[in-house]
């Protein structure tokens, strides 16, 4: 019987899906990705994705593909389906596994995109040997996967590590959920904007003369519109507001980190995703929030790390991972 | 070699220290208690121990019994050292384990008072089968035990599972740990006193002719106190102020099991300890706002179930248990 040498990873987010070949090694021989949202109907995602992988699978030789794993949000590994994501164009139940195993005739597996991306750092990043830990996604939602003794922890359902989903703030914002004050409406790229717009309406009204220094202010009144990347950037570069953004934005998650480690007790937690690469403008007010909230006997003990792969690269590896075990 | 056939369980709360000789079947062949309060040094406590336990070992043979189980509030599993208990007398790091085994020159195993209980419902009680649930303490204080993938979840310091201690209410009630608004401070045998004393001291000022039909003011206007068992009693004997009291009472936990559950997906939530003896008093709204606060994918899936096992058994059992894994 011919060994199967590789293995495909698709990693599916609320905007982008992304995806590769990924030999035994970890080395990706070849990437691509499709916007999720352009794709009304999962069917028509699953033809897209076969049509960008075609070549790539004819090139290796599909005998020598051991299967497809799959990392999307909301996405069970028990049942293979995607169930009731609230980033995803698709509502409902979605067979996900089922669809991609008939359309590639390969075997196919699926679970949650921060599972996948947790089994990504634990194999090849900053996870690496370590036993307890939690993976947070810091990108349009809030996703994560939570290890212990060295294992994910999927719980009954299937679904444990949805912290994105823990009341940050009770009655708070209104979350793509239909509930109030997840984190994933604060601490999340799409949070900070909305922080943002709050801050920025405020600060538009009793404009001071700190405010001479700024320059998140000038981009908003241009364009009644900031991203996440543009408030970074203008915390970069030293403008007061958007300091205040990021510590506002670092201290609910740090407050919401802190009850999770008296849940969880992991050694470390690692950041992944767009939001995440803001590192210390997003991780100093979270790692002083969960200080000063943490019980005792955890304080001083907990690493916040920033994930050290490649954004894409780590979902990819994580769920191609998935087709190996 | 002489098969060993009994293991001690001894399981120490903020209030009692119960213990027992268990054999292999569950049977507890003796059984006796100390007041926890009463030892102001651990050291004395151990001697107590001893004392009240001597003639049961001698009893059975010493030669027969293959070790000593503890659960303890904030017992470390990998130290074997009880550690800034917030509700026992001792503070600091105290290395009871090494004590205990000193004292008795057995082998001793300690942990959690939670994990304890949950080791005991897990193999004797409401939780037999279940590969992944919670099991909480309603007690002086509030503990969990988290079981995942059929094995208790400890984390990197072996302090997981710490639920009392997850912030129910921002900058709510000052807890015993020096923080505020930690969940032991309202769903707990004190928290719910403290609720009451609360609720009784506003209605005091404003009685209205709803109070003619209550007992519980009276109570509490003669003795300047109440106890969880009177506030229980009143509800039970249709007193609207206690059953106010425990509605309140049970939508701050319900609201925080639904964070929980986002973290750990369980199949059930096991409740045990005083407070846990209302039984729909508190689970009823406990079950009503979790449901409210639930994520969609988790909603009318997971039981609150009171615990099957007589309260003081079932901590003597897992902590017996330890002993003989």
Redesign the interface.
Known sequence: MQEKEFSIGIDIGGTNTDFGLVNRRGDISFQDNLKTRTYKHPGDFVTALKNKLTAAIREVGKEKITGIGIGAP?GNVYSGNI??AANLPWKGVIPLRQMVKDAFALPAFLTNDANATAIGEMTYGAAKGM???LLITLGTGVG?G?V??G?L???????????G???A??DGRPCG???RGCLETYASATGIVTTAIEFLRQEGIKFDDRMQQDWLLPVWEKNNRVSAKEIYLAARAGDPLAAEIFDFTGKILG?TL???V??????AIIFFGGLAKAGAYILTPAKKAMEE?L????KN?IELIPSGLVERDAAILGAAALAWQ
Chains 1, 2 share one sequence.
């Open positions: 909301n169930e009731l036993q307890d830990f994560s939570f212990a003794n294992k922890i999927y719980g009954h359902d299937g679904f444990a590590g949805e912290l989903h823990v009341t703030i009770r959920c239909g509930r407050q802190a009850d999770a008296a849940i969880t007790s992991p050694k909230n019980l005792a006997i955890f003990k």
